[in-house]
């Protein structure tokens, strides 16, 4: 009886575990096979290529400043009392702009003055000695060489009032160097020095931009300093108001470049400017350059690897993506001129190139709309 329960259990076991296995066998057999992944796409930047003109126009940004600038400076350390100009003021030649504490060269003039007294009283007596030994000479009471000896003093006497003369002098002028006076007509750009402070000679105290023109003064990059041409037309604009404008010709470009930024300082002189192009005024400069034919894109869409630029070009009917070779003829600010290898029409990605892979599929968002 006890055996037969057993085997009653142990045959309802098994045909559990069958029933089970074939639910599992048949939830497999049911199951889809594994889905491909996804193709992965994308977006990138584009413009449609087009046929440049052979010129290329170059904005830059800069500001106005006077042709000249002077410095005005005491020769004389003092102390500074007064200064009656600040920025912005108008100052003319001659006008006195400045006043050192005059007590120290007063002094000097003193000075100067009683040793020229002293001097004159040596050389006085000295002439009248010369006067009466001359007479002594004649009438032989006194050696020729003793008379020699006289003379000499009476020249050294000369010398030495000559010379307190010559101190004199310098002294007098030392103390009108007390008095700042300008020497040019302009307006006072930057001041150095405060009243009160003691201040060296040489030291800037008001500069002035003078009334003799006026410069726009740039910064370019070296690729524009190489390709414009030797006297090009440049337009200046008020960036504020670009409907006033001026003609402007290069007046100097720097030999050497910037150690920081690697640009050159460009100053251009500004032919008959309005009224609104005031000193400090931020201005634009537009310069036409002449650039060989071919196709203008930015210089973002360049690829360069082993030796070689390339830019991707977008099938339009695929949207993939592939490398074609390009040749640069021509580089500015942002931009780059490709001579070979594009054609009109062609779907160029000007964003998101060192993402790409040939024949890679791609989302177009074009840069030109």
Not at 82 to 103: I, W
Not at 169 to 176: F, P, S, W
Not at 199 to 209: K, P, S, T
Not at 331 to 354: E, F, P
């Amino acid at each position: 009886m006890f055996m037969s329960i057993i085997d009653a259990k142990f045959t309802l076991i098994m045909r559990n575990t069958i029933a089970l296995s074939v639910a599992v066998s048949t939830l497999v057999a049911c199951k889809p096979a594994d889905e491909a992944p996804p193709v992965e796409v994308r977006t990138v930047k584009t413009i449609t290529v087009g046929k440049t003109d052979g010129t290329d126009l170059t904005v830059l940004s800069g500001t106005v400043q006077a042709q000249n600038q002077v410095n005005l400076a005491f020769r004389v350390d003092g102390r500074m009392v007064s200064r009656s100009v600040d920025v912005g003021d108008q100052v003319k030649a001659g006008q006195e702009v400045a006043v050192l504490s005059p007590e120290t060269e007063q002094s000097g003039v003193i000075a100067a003055e009683a040793n020229v007294e002293g001097a004159r009283a040596l050389l006085i007596e000295a002439r009248a000695n010369e006067k009466r030994n001359r007479y002594l000479l004649s009438q032989n009471f006194i050696s020729q060489a003793a008379f020699d000896r006289i003379v000499q003093q009476a020249q050294s006497a000369e010398a030495q009032f000559n010379s307190a003369k010559a101190n004199l002098d310098i002294a007098r002028t030392r103390l009108g160097f007390t008095k700042l006076i300008s020497g040019v007509t302009g307006v006072v750009t930057a001041v150095g020095a405060e009243p009160g402070e003691v201040v060296q000679g040489g030291r800037m105290v008001v500069e002035v931009a003078t009334n003799d023109g006026l410069d726009a003064v740039f910064n370019i990059p070296p690729q524009l300093k190489e390709t414009a041409p030797e006297n090009p037309k440049i337009t200046i604009s008020l960036a504020t108001d670009p409907r006033v404008t001026a003609e402007g010709r290069v007046r100097e470009v720097a030999p050497r470049a910037d150690p920081i930024t690697g640009s050159f300082r460009v100053r251009v002189s500004i032919i008959n400017p309005p009224a609104a192009m005031r000193l400090g005024t931020t201005v634009t400069g537009r310069i036409k350059i002449d650039t060989p034919p071919g196709f203008e894109i930015p210089s973002s869409a360049l690829n360069r690897t082993n030796n070689s630029t390339a830019v991707w070009v977008v099938d339009p009917k695929t949207s993939l993506v592939n490398l074609r070779n390009v040749d640069v003829v021509h580089s500015s600010l942002a931009s780059v001129t490709v001579g070979k290898g594009l054609n009109a029409g062609d779907i160029v990605v000007t964003a998101g190139v060192q993402a790409l892979r040939p024949n890679q599929k791609v989302n177009t968002a074009r840069g030109d709309k």
